[in-house]
């Protein structure tokens, strides 16, 4: 049995590019669950409205879609979208190293299914072998 590499989070996949927008001063780190907010835009992904969205107005309307594979830090005052961004579009990915805006995200069955339904599997990987 191989070793494995504890230090990723991305285990295996495909990738593509895509434009992310990410909001004034902020930093989305590598391994980002992404999805498409309710303007469209491809941004880190998350249930609930009061980060993303309002009380009227749902911050998401589809499931989560991607895996953000780098770091992408916007340091300026005004929403930024970035063009050829890594993302993973199909795979598996560690479950402990998936970066969720909202916590409980990462354990809600429906998130999970989501991300599974669109080809991103998140695993829990065992590193004592």
């Known amino acids: 049995m191989g070793k494995i590499d504890n230090s990723k989070a991305i285990l295996d996949g495909v990738y593509s590019d895509a434009t992310v927008t990410v909001p004034a001063k902020t930093t ?4 980002t669950v992404l ?10 992904f998350s249930t609930d409205n009061n980060v993303a969205g309002t ?6 309307e589809v499931e989560p879609s991607y895996i953000l594979a780098h770091p992408i830090a916007n340091e300026t ?7 050829l961004a890594r993302v993973l579009e199909c795979g598996d990915v560690d479950i402990d190293k998936a ?3 909202k916590t409980a995200d990462a354990s809600s069955a429906k998130v999970i299914t989501a991300l599974k339904n669109n080809g991103i599997r998140l695993v829990h990987v065992d590193y004592a072998n």
């Open 99 to 101: 970066v969720f805006v």
């Open 55 to 60: 009380s009227t107005t749902p911050a998401f």
């Open 35 to 44: 999805g498409f907010n309710s303007s469209g835009k491809l941004t880190a």
């Open 77 to 83: 005052n005004a929403a930024v979208d970035y063009p």
């Open 28 to 31: 989305y780190a590598a391994n």
